[in-house]
């Protein structure tokens, strides 16, 4: 199976110093990919009971545990999108950080957002080839 790490996930971004305890998380945000990470969560959550949830609800962050209290509602119809500030955060950078390419590009005289009907003519910003590559 071809690992594809999380774009969101930043080297260095998971403190394993916390606690003794917290170094498997970090291993295993680096041994697994996204999707298997995913489903072993799905496989530790199947088998926790309310005060082993109560239990690991206590062990995390305030933010963290409001998020889990959340997902074990049950009814997942109420339930609002949610992350972490850090998540969030992390998203924000990335989406920053691809605009930041964009806009660079749009400088560029034969760049991909360039068009030219004819080589005597001016090459001229088309905003459809920009529109259609972001969004895609």
Known sequence: MKRKPSV???KGSVDVNRDPRGKIGASLLRALADEELS???DALFGVLDAKGLATLASRVDTETAEILASLSDGDSKKRK???????CDREWESVWDR????TAELGVEDGQYVDQEHHW????????LLSRRTLN
């Open 81 to 87: 999108p949610i992350a972490t500030r850090a998540k």
């Open 8 to 10: 969101a996930r930043e």
């Open 121 to 128: 003519e001016a090459p001229y910003f088309a905003s459809d």
């Open 99 to 102: 605009w930041q390419e964009v």
């Open 39 to 41: 489903a072993l969560l």
